[in-house]
């Protein structure tokens, strides 16, 4: 094959998201190998390409994909994470130079991002998240992009054509050495689970705590749309609230058992918090509700012997206002927290994540893409060590929404509705706004029981309470 008519680029996994990724590259105007495991799969993705079909090469070895491949090669991994990409670049890494490129673009764990990236010294490597799901993969996905820099520069031409355009800016950018694409997709899953945890909660209250139907709950989110919280996730909020079930005719979300899926990328961002002293209160309670959601028979149980939690909310004490103002103070701290833990991570590898670059790639294509993320890209742009919160813009928010927010949640707890993620974020709100804690007592405890010693606020220098040597 001669080099002009070869692939720009190669993929392996023809799976949801590697075949959508594979349209979207030869689209436009990349040709590129392909190879699936099963043959089968690249025969029926080939046939089925359309008018794409002409730049798109099937291949059904590793051999004749790497040779259908311009030099220096660039190979895509869209296999599910861990063995399966180990399995892969065994097999690959015989076959390539050593200038070439293995792209691993699946949900990763940054730990093993990193450490292929220490073992391969044959091979180049580079790990980048993919954000959008099978229509962002499709049309435009959000990119982050991890591993040495003059690698990434290598494909983010192919990269930034296919990503997401926000006003006409590509959403993909290299955001560091090692892992840092995958950490920073992990996080931005951890701050989805929140977001959609949150959401989930001012549901819960309209549909429990104020007896409305789907419909109408479909027509709030709607609402709230045009608004602050402008964003993919309450567009699609009200979409799938306001859908009929095909059999019944039901509202189909009415139908759907209250028990949440997950795939591990927000239990990794909850882990990997605790390792960094991150906190991130908002986006791991979303992660407990998300394992609670799937005790279904002990809940079920709980019901029986307690009683139903959820009661009425008398109507007069919830507005539409209220319920959107609350949820705009969670989703700021939600997303403040996310900021803060990248921060603590760039800081602890010596990666100099791009914050504001950060806050900008998510601004299209992925699924927390939305409106406030531009106006963090800018607040970050001003100060990128200041806690999200405390830029003006966003400290307005939370002035005017945190009452809400704080009625909110005690009519939560009045009336028995869990709202984790909210209340956890109002916890950190008033945690961040109290000069004088109460860790002071932690501390007398610590030095008593463990004479662990304190720092004095008077400047006397003793270090050790009166109870010194009265301990256990
Ligand atoms: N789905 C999403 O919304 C989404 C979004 C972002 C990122 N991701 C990530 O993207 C990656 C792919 O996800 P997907 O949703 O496209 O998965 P999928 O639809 O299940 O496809 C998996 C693909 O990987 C291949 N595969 C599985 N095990 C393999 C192995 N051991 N060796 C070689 N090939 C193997 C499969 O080949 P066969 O056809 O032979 O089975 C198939 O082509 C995952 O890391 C996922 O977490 C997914």
């Not at 009200?238 to 039901?250: L, R």
């Not at 609350?326 to 921060?343: E, N, P, S, T």
Request: charged fraction near 25%; charge should be negative; include cysteine.
């Amino acid at each position: 094959m001669a080099q002009q008519d070869k692939a720009k680029i190669g993929l392996i996994g023809l799976g949801t998201m590697g075949s959508a990724l594979a349209l979207n590259i030869a689209e436009k105007g990349f040709p590129i190998a392909v190879w699936n495991r099963r043959s089968d799969a690249t025969r029926t993705f080939h046939a089925e390409a359309g008018d794409l079909a002409e730049r798109v090469i099937p291949t059904e070895s590793y051999e004749e994909l790497v040779a259908a491949i311009e030099k220096p090669r660039a190979i895509i991994l869209m296999v599910p994470a861990g063995a399966p990409v180990d399995e892969q670049i065994a097999a690959l890494r015989p076959l390539l130079d050593a200038d070439d490129m293995i792209i691993d673009a699946g949900n990763a764990n940054f730990h093993d991002t990193n450490r292929r990236v220490r073992e391969l010294d044959d091979v180049s490597f580079l790990g980048i998240g993919v954000s959008g799901g099978e229509a962002g993969a499709r049309h435009g996905p959000a990119i982050m992009g991890g591993g040495e820099k003059e690698l990434w520069d290598r494909v983010s031409p192919i990269l930034e054509a296919i990503s997401a355009k926000f006003k006409g800016e590509p959403c993909a950018a290299w955001m560091g050495r090692e892992g840092a694409g995958h950490f920073v997709k992990a996080v931005h899953n951890g701050i989805e689970y929140a977001d959609m945890q949150m959401i989930a909660e001012v549901y819960g209250v309209m549909r429990d705590g104020l007896g409305m139907k789907a419909d109408a709950i479909g027509d709030a989110f709607a609402r709230f749309n045009e608004g602050a919280l402008q964003s993919y996730l309450i567009e699609i909020s009200s979409i799938v609230t306001k859908a009929a079930d095909k059999h019944t005719g039901e509202p189909m979300i009415d139908l759907i058992l209250d028990k949440a899926g997950q795939k591990g990328t927000g239990r990794w961002t909850a882990i990997e918090a605790q390792h960094l002293a991150a906190p991130i209160p908002a986006i791991e309670a979303a992660v407990v509700a998300r394992n609670l959601s799937s005790r279904v028979a002990a809940r079920r149980e709980g019901e029986e012997l307690f009683g139903a939690a959820p009661m009425q909310i008398p109507e007069s004490t919830v507005s539409d206002e209220m319920l959107e103002r609350a949820l705009i103070a969670g989703k700021v701290l939600c997303y403040a927290q996310g900021f803060d833990m990248i921060a603590a991570a760039s800081e602890q590898f010596g990666w100099a994540l791009p914050l504001p670059e950060i806050a900008k790639v998510w601004r299209e294509g992925c699924i927390i893409r939305s409106a406030m993320l531009d106006d963090m890209a800018a607040a970050l742009a001003e100060d990128e060590d200041r806690n999200l919160m405390l830029a003006p813009v966003f400290a307005r928010y939370l002035r005017e929404g945190h009452v809400a927010l704080r009625e909110l949640v005690a009519l939560g707890a009045r009336y028995g509705h869990p709202m984790p993620a909210l209340s956890s974020g109002l916890s950190y709100f008033d945690t961040m706004r109290t000069a004088r804690g109460t860790a002071n007592m932690i501390q007398a405890q610590r030095d008593y029981f463990g004479e662990h010693g304190f720092e004095r606020i008077d400047g006397i220098e003793d270090e050790h309470g009166p109870w010194h040597g009265h301990g256990v």
